[in-house]
């Protein structure tokens, strides 16, 4: 057993050098441990939001194949395109060595599958502020932490800017002992901003409570920022936008118009109920293990809890908005616990041998609080759906003889050319059709030869069963009709675009 803690004062004597070894074997099983994990987590339909289809994979896909769905916030300039100028880079480059769309899509969810990935070395490092054997500790959890793992795998803007936010966080830390580190946060922490606009009231808080007016270190964080800002800017304008423009469209469209309550509201304590339903059955003891963090992590927890207390003042909630503070409330109780550890073991002034036992045991004592919480909480269903939807739309799309398909309001969130990869014609049927409030119209009935609906909605006459697959609670099914498309002018306004432009979606 090699001991993980602190670094012994003597580099050159052979215990150091033994720990050393065992350390990088450490770091590096954890690390092959997190790939292994999210390997196993990767679902190539299933989405925690709609977004990750429509505005991010889509718009790269646009991006690089010419063709595809125009969301709303692409309309007004509400987002900038890093994410998807990201996914379309690895698009390109796949295309020149591939033409098959499928590898180009397959390598853009690598390379977010990649820096998601970052996260469990910015885990180490926020740990390693206090200790080598409490960053090995928060990079297991980090590897580890089921929602950890799922949250990785899927191309959300949350996902990519939190490795970007612990990294931040840990440079920001260091920031007093080190010039370069007070650049590097000023970088990491601008890029979270930027990826993830809503995560700027976490970094504001804790660069205000961190550095405490230091004014060295405010233009160490300015100077460090200025890269970002300009990859940022480039971004912009290679998107046909003024550089930052959209950071004021996305709060005047979102809050001021009320664009983001047209998606649903909740009460002001949704997310205090979400932190302790998502963390059951250890809830108690991992927020008191977060609120007990040594005084170092204070402006980390606090800014957490900002995070969260300014989501909730906005009616639309999902989970996925104050994922970086569960994240970090786990993070910091998994330091709590590493400190405790190491005070009992102080006292009884064991051996390095003795407190690497004791780290170990601590990730495993973790590893089964994860799994604990998986089973508790429904675990990836409980987070993610939509994978038969898409199932069913691709298999449609291999058919060569479907000319063009339509899909039930409801399920559009499966619908993307990223996932079919060829551009067949989508339709969506109204809701008030398949609740059977409205029977179904024959000019959409002639518009399409497949339909992937719900088995509880009727398809109209001519149109049999093919394949049905499960998606959550709901079974989604494939419907085809002999003969070709009839489309015409009183189809169109059922047709995708259609329906984003006149619902303004």
């Known amino acids: 057993m090699c001991y993980a803690g602190a670094r012994m004062k003597t580099p050159s004597s052979t215990p150091t050098s033994l720990a050393d070894r065992c350390f990088r074997l450490a770091f590096v099983a954890i690390l092959l441990l997190a790939v292994a994990l999210r390997v196993l987590a990767f679902s190539p339909f299933?989405?925690?939001?709609?977004?990750?289809?429509?505005?991010?994979?889509?718009?790269?896909?646009?991006?690089v194949f010419g063709y595809g769905l125009v969301p709303w916030e692409s309309r007004h300039g509400i987002r900038n395109a890093l994410l998807p100028d990201l996914i379309a880079g690895a698009m390109a480059v796949a295309k020149l060595v591939w033409h098959d769309p499928g590898i180009a899509v397959?390598?853009?969810?690598?390379?977010?599958?990649?820096?998601?990935?970052?996260?469990?070395?910015a885990a180490y490092a926020l740990g390693s502020v206090r200790s080598r054997g409490a960053g090995i500790v928060a990079m297991f959890i980090a590897a580890t932490w089921f929602e950890s793992v799922i949250f990785s795998v899927h191309v959300l803007t949350e996902s990519v800017a939190l490795p970007f936010a612990c990294g931040g966080a840990a440079a920001l830390l260091r920031a007093r002992q080190s010039h370069r580190a007070g650049l590097l946060a000023g970088f990491l922490l601008t890029m979270t901003v930027l990826l993830r606009l809503q995560f700027a009231v976490f970094a504001g808080v804790l660069v205000v409570l961190s550095l405490r007016g230091d004014r060295a270190l405010y233009r160490s964080l300015a100077l460090g920022a200025l890269p970002a800002l300009a990859i940022g800017a480039v971004s912009d304008l290679a998107a046909g936008m003024a550089p930052f423009a959209w950071v004021g469209k996305n709060i005047a469209i979102n809050l001021f118009q009320g664009k983001a309550a047209y998606f649903g509201q909740s009460g002001p304590l949704a997310y205090v109920q979400a932190v302790y339903l998502r963390l059951l059955p250890f809830s108690v003891p991992i927020l008191l293990g977060a609120v007990c963090?040594?005084?170092?992590?204070?402006?980390?927890?606090?800014a957490a809890i900002a995070n969260i207390a300014v989501h909730s003042l906005i009616g639309h909630k999902e989970y996925r908005f104050i994922w970086l503070s569960m994240f970090i409330f786990v993070i910091l109780a998994g330091l709590t616990s590493v400190e405790m550890v190491e005070r009992f073991r102080a006292r009884r002034q064991g051996s390095p041998l003795g407190r690497a036992v004791a780290l170990a045991l601590l990730c495993l004592v973790w590893a089964g609080l994860s799994w604990g919480s998986l089973i508790a909480t429904g675990g990836a269903q409980a987070l993610r759906d939509g994978g038969g939807i898409a199932k069913e739309t691709v298999l449609a799309a291999r058919d060569p003889g479907i000319c063009a398909l339509g899909v039930g309001a409801a399920l559009r969130k499966g619908v993307s050319y990223a996932y079919v990869r060829r551009p067949l014609p989508f339709y969506l049927v109204p809701e008030s059709i398949e609740s059977g409030q409205q029977s179904f119209p024959a000019p959409l009935a002639d518009a399409v030869n497949a339909l992937v609906l719900t088995d509880k909605t009727r398809p109209p006459a001519g149109f049999r069963r093919l394949n049905c697959e499960q998606d959550g609670a709901s079974k989604v099914c494939l419907y085809r009709r002999a003969g070709g498309c009839r489309a015409g002018e009183a189809s169109a306004p059922y047709s995708y675009e259609a329906m984003l432009l006149h619902n303004d979606m």
């Open 46 to 63: 299933d989405t925690i939001a709609h977004d990750e289809t429509l505005q991010y994979q889509e718009r790269a896909y646009r991006m």
């Open 106 to 121: 397959l390598a853009g969810r690598i390379v977010t599958g990649l820096v998601g990935l970052a996260l469990v070395p």
């Open 293 to 302: 963090v040594e005084r170092r992590y204070r402006p980390l927890l606090i």
